[in-house]
């Protein structure tokens, strides 16, 4: 280990490891226009998620939320299992996540509970920041009747922003400027893109095989616009919808630079001092000043919602009557404000999953921007139907 490794000290983090963890809970049941509002900072025009009438007519015979919303009923998308233990002027970035579901679905009128837990770290060199902390936490998300809807295993990046800012170079990532046309270009791609949603409506996924690409998703230009409507679909920027279990956590410790950091104490007056996005380590999302002292060229986008694309995008695939069961994602770079993002997927490999006789499709996944930069990568197993064998609702 180099000597910059050697100096990245962790002794703080290693006593988080394997401590159940608290954190907040949504204080009230999860409700109706909380989906609603979920896909729509999320862009999933997907209707079995706000359209109470078409949501009415399918499998569920009621709306539905997406299985991304999971990490919308988390007060730190998921990652605060990841960000335990003080290192002074470090920032932290989204480096993937690993969900696991377990078959029960979200939906208007649950309460969500967490287990949350440090799982493991190592520090390395990045071209990025240098000596660069790689950590993975697990959350549990488990509903009012006990039932595990799903597991999400986080990966933050933690870094020293002073180290980051001296290697950025912000003139070589100009904010690209789209012409009337590109625009217009981009519009018809992603009106494809939901028709290919309303194509399958109701229908069952059939006859998939080894090879079979899936439509490409468009997604921005990004703005900040964008960028701040997809922080308020999370239900932790609501002032006062959470409350704190009781259990330990270090995570408002981790060693933020102070001016990325909450003032929890100024929020008894003013909420939007711990707001995230107005004052608080989301604030570089929106606000360039802030981005480029974390070393980061302009505003940039959420890497949970990185996740939420991805989750959506396969489901979306998949219909009503499948669903993702297994999904492992590498988050590469950021989606910058003047961006677009999309989604690319070919299945693998077909599978019969053990016990049901279900299709299990292998799907790689890849995420790009408009200068073909890989953003995302990885692959994730999709449950597919059967003509004979429906899936209870």
């Known amino acids: 280990m180099s000597a910059t490794t050697r100096d990245f000290d962790t002794r703080d983090v290693d006593r988080w490891i394997g401590v159940p963890l608290g954190g907040g809970r949504l204080k009230d049941p999860v409700c109706a226009n909380d989906v609603r509002r979920w896909v729509q900072g999320m862009q999933n025009a997907n209707p079995l998620h706000f359209d109470e009438a078409f949501a009415a007519e399918s499998r569920f015979g009621r709306l539905v939320a997406p299985q991304s919303f999971c990490v919308c009923t988390d007060d730190s998308h998921g990652a605060g299992p990841a960000i335990q233990g003080n290192i002074p002027g470090t920032h932290m970035l989204f480096g993937g996540d690993e969900?696991?579901?377990?078959?029960?679905?979200?939906?208007?009128?649950?309460?969500?509970?967490h287990d949350r837990m440090l799982f493991d770290y190592k520090v390395t060199e990045t071209k990025f920041a240098g000596p660069t902390m790689f950590s993975?936490?697990?959350?549990?998300?488990?509903?009012?009747?006990?039932?595990?809807?799903?597991?999400?295993?986080?990966?933050?990046?933690?870094?020293?922003?002073?180290?980051?800012?001296?290697?950025?170079?912000?003139?070589?990532?100009?904010?690209?400027?789209?012409?009337?046309?590109?625009?217009?270009?981009?519009?018809?791609?992603?009106?494809?893109?939901?028709?290919?949603?309303?194509?399958?409506?109701?229908?069952?996924?059939?006859?998939?095989?080894?090879?079979?690409?899936?439509?490409?998703?468009?997604?921005?230009?990004?703005?900040?616009?964008?960028?701040?409507?997809?922080?308020?679909?999370?239900?932790?920027?609501?002032?006062?919808?959470?409350?704190?279990?009781?259990?330990?956590?270090?995570l408002w410790d981790a060693g933020w630079l102070p001016e990325m950091d909450r003032d929890h104490e100024g929020a008894k007056l003013d909420p939007s001092q711990a707001d995230g996005l107005y004052k608080?380590?989301?604030?570089?999302?929106?606000?360039?000043?802030?981005?480029?002292?974390?070393?980061?060229?302009?505003?940039?986008g959420y890497g949970a919602t990185m996740g939420a694309w991805i989750l959506d995008y396969l489901a979306s695939w998949a219909g009503e009557w499948g669903e993702v069961v297994h999904s492992r994602m590498s988050y590469r770079a950021p989606a910058l404000i003047g961006d677009t993002t999309t989604l690319h997927g070919e299945v693998a490999a077909i599978v019969e999953e053990p016990g049901s006789g279900q299709p299990i499709a292998s799907v790689d996944v890849v995420m790009k921007n408009q200068r073909d930069e890989v953003m995302a990568s990885g692959r994730a197993e999709v449950r597919l139907p059967t003509e004979t064998r429906p899936e209870p609702a």
């Open 136 to 250: 993975r936490g697990d959350t549990s998300y488990i509903n009012q009747r006990g039932e595990v809807v799903a597991k999400q295993r986080s990966t933050s990046i933690r870094y020293r922003a002073e180290d980051a800012r001296d290697r950025a170079d912000y003139e070589s990532q100009p904010e690209k400027q789209w012409s009337e046309d590109e625009l217009a270009e981009v519009e018809r791609a992603r009106f494809e893109y939901y028709r290919s949603i309303h194509d399958l409506g109701h229908d069952r996924r059939l006859f998939v095989g080894a090879g079979e690409k899936l439509p490409t998703a468009t997604i921005g230009p990004h703005t900040t616009m964008s960028f701040t409507t997809e922080w308020r679909a999370f239900l932790m920027s609501v002032w006062g919808a959470f409350e704190h279990d009781g259990g330990p956590s270090s």
């Open 280 to 300: 608080g380590p989301s604030r570089g999302h929106v606000q360039s000043r802030y981005a480029q002292l974390i070393g980061m060229p302009r505003g940039y």
């Open 99 to 113: 969900w696991w579901f377990f078959g029960p679905r979200v939906e208007p009128g649950d309460r969500i509970r």
